[in-house]
């Protein structure tokens, strides 16, 4: 027997037409490309995505079809989030950090129809237009009068498609597993795989989102999204928002410390959301100018490992609460977030931290499970680890155009390629990507274990650990790391930092001191060009 409910399916429209009905007023502040602060508001970010909607239906935009965008984070590129997706196309965020033949690879492997464009991002497309084998025009995010030169065929300006149009249109309905939206995950190896995401998905995730374990959204709440919505969706923010109503404080291109802490400040932002690369520049420009936050009360921190220290700096010295949080484009991504639980309300500081530094518990909607290479489920005793597998229902049940085969296993389990252990309390813990462990003599060390310490040592801003050949070990442990401005900071001081939490054989067998480390388009250390570098590397000891 069937439950008598109606059966309205979860469309990304009805998260737009709910803030423009409820939370109209509310603002969305964005620094725009052009220069200065611009402000609209739910109302009318809905009324320009269906003006949007309407101009792509006269420009043959069809159900299905695939639209790039290759844009920061601002009100326009949220236009077209709505628009794009409620009208029952797919937006395609291209991540314009990638090298040029990788967007040329995402746009043609997605079958892009059209590519809105920032106008940072111009010449960007210019150099590899003529390899876009089915782009019919492309969209320039501005108004007429700020129109480039450009050497683009059929090109639009986004102010005078939305200007011809009168916005009276109804967003359609349609089955909500409808495809939605689309992100290439960054691919240190291989080619970008696409993950293809719902309405259904979307939706649910957004609930999760909002809920006061997930990241705990309202509509109190000023949230500034730093994380670019060209990753991963800026981990489902701006459906979020707009499902409770929360204003939006958009960064554009400027994401260093002093533009980021200035727009906080004036747009009293509570909320804010990034990799741990934006918080170094951000408390580093803080603590230089001798600053304090006067409303940003919690910070999500994911994407890479968040270092202890980092998350004593904001709880201890600011009063900023850290949620840590873990997931992957793959799953839209959310997956465990770390907060306290109320056993933990009168534990001291120090057993917090080591708790905070966890990547958290699973949401509801998202399972985990650890297994070793056989497949075996390992204990969740928080010292096993194992391959960390994940299923739900906003989780990738495989890449678009079956790149890379199928993806999950006969139960529908996905390999994360995290390694992991889980406590008795559900608290998931990385030890590190399944290849980036160093294996020495029949252990194996974590990387990121090393890593988080070696960022606690005085003088060390950012560390990345990889394996080098060994004849007797196999693999042992190199530490390449960047120090502060003029610090005194040796390789003898950090190794002897090290000894206070790590084993000896965990210890490093030497240290190289860089100017710069290799970031991933999405901010992460980018260890295979590094294990590339140092591939004949002579460690001492060897
Ligand atoms: P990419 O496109 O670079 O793969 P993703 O965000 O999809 O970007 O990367 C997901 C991976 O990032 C995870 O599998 C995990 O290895 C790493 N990651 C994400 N959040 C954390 C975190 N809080 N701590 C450690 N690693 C993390």
């Not at 979860?10 to 709910?18: T, V």
Request: glycine share 8%; with cysteine; aromatic share 8%.
């Amino acid at each position: 027997m069937l439950g008598l409910v109606q059966d309205r399916p979860l469309l990304i429209s009805s998260l737009i037409e709910y803030a423009a009905l409820n939370h109209g007023d509310v603002e969305i502040v964005s620094r725009s490309v052009e220069g200065p602060i611009h402000r609209t508001n739910y109302r009318e970010v809905n009324l320009r995505a269906k003006k949007m909607a309407q101009a792509l239906t006269k420009l043959g935009v069809e159900f299905g079809d695939r639209i790039g965008t290759l844009a920061w984070n601002g009100y326009r590129h949220l236009e077209i989030y709505f628009g794009i997706s409620a009208m029952g196309s797919v937006c395609h965020t291209i991540n314009p950090r990638l090298f040029p033949e990788q967007i040329t690879y995402i746009a043609n492997h997605a079958e892009d129809k059209f590519i809105f464009v920032d106008l940072t991002f111009v010449p960007l497309l210019e150099a590899v237009k003529d390899h876009l084998t089915g782009v019919k025009g492309f969209v320039i995010m501005t108004d007429e009068a700020h129109m480039p030169e450009t050497s683009l065929d059929n090109v639009y300006c986004y102010e005078t498609l939305i200007e011809a149009e009168d916005g009276n249109y109804e967003w359609p309905v349609f089955d909500e597993n409808s495809a939605s939206s689309l992100c290439y995950t960054s691919g240190t190896t291989g080619n970008p795989k696409g993950v293809l995401y719902s309405h259904r998905s979307t939706v649910l995730h957004s609930f999760c989102v909002c809920t006061t374990d997930g990241l705990g959204i309202g509509n109190r709440d000023s949230i500034l999204p730093v994380v670019p919505m060209f990753h991963a969706n800026a981990w489902g923010i701006p459906y979020a928002a707009a499902m409770s109503g929360a204003k939006m404080v958009m960064p554009g291109s400027q994401m260093d410390g002093q533009s980021i802490y200035e727009l906080m400040e004036q747009e009293q932002v509570t909320l804010s959301a990034g990799v741990p690369t934006v918080w170094l520049m951000l408390l580093g420009y803080v603590k230089e100018n001798n600053l304090r936050f006067s409303s940003m009360n919690r910070t999500v921190i994911g994407g890479s490992a968040a270092p202890r220290s980092m998350i004593e700096t904001f709880v201890g010295e600011y009063g900023v609460e850290v949620c840590h949080a873990w997931g992957m484009t793959e799953m839209s991504p959310l997956g465990t977030t770390g907060n306290l639980l109320k056993k933990h309300e009168n534990l001291s500081d120090d057993e917090k931290y080591a708790i905070r530094q966890k990547q958290g518990r699973t949401v509801y909607g998202v399972e985990l499970k650890i297994v070793d290479d056989e497949g075996a489920e390992q204990p969740r005793d928080g010292v096993a680890f194992g391959r960390l597998l994940v299923r739900g229902p906003w989780i990738t049940s495989g890449y678009f155009k079956h790149e890379g085969g199928d993806v999950v296993d006969a139960d529908g389990w996905f390999d994360t390629g995290d390694v992991a252990t889980i406590d008795p309390d559900g608290y998931m813990q990385i030890t590190d990507r399944s290849k980036d462990v160093i294996k020495s003599g029949g252990e194996w060390i974590s990387s990121i274990d090393v890593e988080n310490e070696a960022v606690g040592c005085p003088g060390i801003v950012e560390a990345a650990v990889i394996a080098v050949p060994h004849p007797k070990w196999d693999e042992r442990p190199l530490v390449i790391a960047v120090k502060e401005k003029d610090h005194p900071v040796t390789k003898e001081d950090l190794v002897h930092h090290l000894e206070n939490s790590l084993a000896k054989w965990q210890l490093p067998d030497d240290v190289v001191f860089v100017d710069e480390l290799p970031h991933t388009a999405t901010g992460k250390l980018l260890k295979t060009k590094l294990r590339d570098e140092y591939k004949d590397y002579k460690l001492p000891t060897a």
